[in-house]
């Protein structure tokens, strides 16, 4: 089961097909089996019925994913991640799986068709990968619940009624049970040798501590997150002032009672666990860590490439980008690529000050750019999106910037966060290429297509594939190109390093998952092969490691957007429209690379008609 915060994506079976022997000259053949109106229609509910009850599945297994889609069902409570219940989860997808199997493609419409194929092969994956399932890392500097609990309570558990409010305190009551869980999976782990290496632990508990800081639940004159957070939802509510305290009260008794000693207890525990990790934990270090490797990058890149492919291809992209790079250096100024990475890792004046400066900025590309959308695609969804300052309590743990989706019911808006705390790790002149990234034509454009699209069933607006996803981000900063973006050669050049850095972390992290690598020498390449400093290469290492494969999808999901609609404009010539292509593409939903090439060739065969 998919938890909210977890990625998903598909591996793929590859069909072979016998020849048959001529006889007597004669080639024999096959004759296409009949079926009748009957089966048909017996076949189409069949699928129909196998969509929704997965939908129904996938949504009632998870309280938080129903508040992440703007639902108050099961509002008091967490998800459940014991041991039991992953059984329990893994024992239903295999019922769901055996069902898809036993459906005949051939019988329906070929819309309905692809989410079955989708869901067949999605299931599959989850039934491969749960003997692995211990081979992650559930805290980490990255992400983890132990700052996803604070995130939820404050960005997604809506309070509009004192029931809410009741749900909430539960929520926080509900905190101990769920860190308990928690740690009973890191346990397992532990028992098996599987740490995140030492250096996550710092970050981990430093965050943990923070979170239970303030008043109420010490006596500060700084409020705890959490009390703020609440007490800044109960204002609008116009509560009777005993209502309001009996509230109050209630929290501030299961902030004491149970959420801080559960946060001390998880603490303990990683300070215990921190001294017997190790500096460097590449998979490759783990029992199958490389058989599990290859599967993790052909689920993250939705692709049947291994490590070694990967590594190669970041080798030719590396090579291909600094010589577009090196054309750009008259214009920049620069007598040499080493002089133009010098540059930008040491003059601090090519850096944002401060993140209003940064906001500001980011706004006007993005108001530049809403303007242009028109010319490459067609019924863009009318959902609103806010540029945002990052919380102070997840600065640390959060990137330079980020996007999250927005609800369902639009109540709750896309969001493109900023992080004020990390602007020394980028350049002002990328952030031209990373606003595209995240917001348009990227993320935001890719989610509200899907959200709104009325064409596929609801578990398919909701997947999730980071090859597709990234790979569209990325795609997406060289398509603003083709709309009249980084008219300043600087701005291009970030473009530039955008890829770069993505074709580096093809690379770095097979080097270190599967070629075992150690920090050092991922940073020797890093150092030699970008401008990047060495705080900031030491961190994407860090990411890279208590992440394996991730950073994989970005440039192999670009490659191949760039690679189909080359496909599409050569086939189709003076027939072909942009912006009917990208809106095609946009409401299939995400997909993995491999059905995407497919919907793509299929759809220039109905262009040519």
């Known amino acids: 089961m998919r938890h909210p915060s977890l990625q998903a994506s598909l591996l793929f079976t590859a069909i072979l097909s016998a020849s048959g022997c001529q006889v007597l000259n004669q080639t024999p053949t096959q004759a296409t089996p009949v079926i009748t109106t009957e089966q048909r229609q017996q076949e189409q509910q069949a699928a129909q019925s196998l969509i929704d009850d997965y939908s129904h599945w996938e949504l009632a297994s998870s309280p938080m994913l129903q508040a992440y889609r703007g639902l108050k069902t099961n509002y008091s409570k967490w998800d459940d991640i ?43 994956q989850d ?52 860190i308990d869980e928690l740690i009973i999976q890191l346990k ?56 309001a305290k009996i509230l109050k009260d209630r929290l501030e008794y299961y902030l004491k009672k149970y959420y801080k000693p559960a946060y001390s207890k998880l603490i303990k525990h990683l300070k215990e666990q ?65 002089a133009l990475f010098e540059k930008t890792r040491n003059d601090k004046d090519l850096y944002f000050r401060n993140n209003q400066q940064a906001i500001a900025q980011s706004k006007a590309y993005i108001k530049s750019m809403n303007a242009q959308l028109g010319k490459a695609f067609n019924d863009i969804p009318n ?66 297509f899907a959200q709104q699209s009325q064409s596929i069933p609801e578990f398919r607006r ?43 972390r093809l690379v770095i992290d097979t080097g270190l998952h599967y070629y075992g690598w150690d920090i050092e020498k991922a940073l020797a390449f ?14 994407a290492i860090k990411r890279y490691l208590v992440m394996p494969g991730q950073a994989t999808a970005y440039k192999v999901g670009q490659l191949k957007f760039l690679e189909l609609k080359q496909f599409a404009q050569e086939e189709l010539g003076r027939k072909f429209n942009l912006a009917n292509y990208h809106t095609f593409i946009l409401q299939l939903g995400p997909l993995p690379l491999s059905l995407l ?13």
């Open 526 to 539: 890093r150092l030699a092969n970008t401008p990047f400093s060495r705080e900031d290469s030491l961190n």
């Open 274 to 338: 921190k001294a017997l990790a190790s500096a460097d934990t590449g998979l490759h270090q783990f029992e199958n860590g490389q058989a599990y490797y290859n599967l993790r990058l052909q689920e993250i890149t939705t692709t049947d490439l291994n490590a070694e492919q990967i590594h190669q291809l970041g080798l030719n992209e590396i090579a291909r980008i600094k010589a577009e790079i090196e054309a750009l250096l008259p214009k920049l100024g620069q007598s040499s690529i080493e």
């Open 597 to 609: 090439e497919k919907e793509v060739k299929a759809w220039v065969q109905r262009q040519k008609a």
């Open 82 to 124: 014991s041991e039991a219940y992953q059984k329990e989860q893994f024992e239903q997808e295999k019922e769901l799986l055996l069902r898809a199997q036993n459906i005949n493609l051939a019988a329906i419409d070929e819309n309905l068709a692809l989410s079955i194929q989708l869901l067949k092969d999605q299931l599959q």
């Open 127 to 178: 039934v491969d990968h749960y003997p692995f399932r211990l081979l992650n890392f559930p805290v980490n500097q990255m992400f983890g619940l132990h700052s996803e609990i604070p995130h939820f309570l404050m960005n997604i558990h809506q309070v509009e009624n004192i029931e809410d409010a009741r749900h909430y305190t539960n929520r926080v009551k509900g905190v101990a049970e769920l």
């Open 462 to 504: 909701h997947n999730h594939f980071t090859a597709y996803s990234e790979g569209w981000g990325l795609y997406a900063e060289a398509l603003a190109k083709e709309l009249g973006a980084y008219q300043d050669p600087w701005n291009e050049y970030g473009r530039l390093l955008m890829e770069l850095w993505r074709a580096n």
């Open 188 to 243: 397992l782990r532990e028992a098996q040798g599987i740490r995140p290496p030492s250096f996550a632990y710092d970050s981990v508990i430093e965050a943990c501590e923070s979170f239970i800081t303030g008043y109420p639940i010490e006596r500060s004159k700084i409020h705890n997150i959490i009390w703020s957070d609440f007490l800044s939802k109960l204002a609008p509510l116009g509560l009777y002032d005993s209502s």
């Open 383 to 448: 959902i609103p999106m806010e540029v945002l300052e990052v919380e102070a309590y997840r600065e640390s743990s959060a990137p330079v910037a980020f996007y999250q989706s927005p609800s369902d019911d639009g109540k709750r808006p896309g969001r493109y966060y900023m992080n004020g705390s990390k602007l020394n790790e980028m350049p002002a002149f990328q952030f031209e290429a990373l606003a595209y990234h995240e917001t348009i034509p990227g993320h935001h454009l890719q989610t509200i």
